[in-house]
């Protein structure tokens, strides 16, 4: 069974920076797809980055430029480094892995305000 925890999360002022981690436990790491979503309240869910097993990274529009996915096969860990970030940022982050079957983290929050 995969359990992915995330954290990084805080409170950061428009134009700082933040970089979550989410841990994964659980077999295959290297062979997951990994992702991370936002969702603001009362809005959905949505891709905000995701990389391939092989390394292949794609980016919401909203982010491009200024997020970057990463991953450490050998620690099996996923990364969202985040500058520049903006108010409309502000949202909880989901890890999400996915093969066979697909797994969410709980959520870490991450609010952009001075």
């Known amino acids: 069974q995969v359990q992915l925890v995330e954290s990084g999360g805080g409170l950061v002022q428009p134009g700082g920076s933040l970089r979550l981690s989410c841990a994964f436990s659980?077999?295959?790491?290297?062979?997951?797809?990994m992702a991370w979503y936002h969702q603001a309240p009362g809005k959905e869910r949505k891709l905000v980055a995701e990389i391939s097993s092989g390394d292949i990274t794609t980016y919401a529009d909203s982010v491009k430029g200024r997020f970057t996915i990463s991953r450490d096969n050998a620690n099996k860990m996923v990364y969202l480094q985040m500058s520049s970030l903006k108010p409309e940022d502000t949202a909880v982050y989901y890890c999400?892995?996915?093969?066979?079957?697909?797994?969410w983290g709980q959520g870490t929050q991450v609010t952009v305000s001075s």
């Open positions: 659980g077999a295959f790491f290297s062979l997951n797809a």
């Open positions: 999400y892995a996915r093969r066979r079957s697909t797994f």
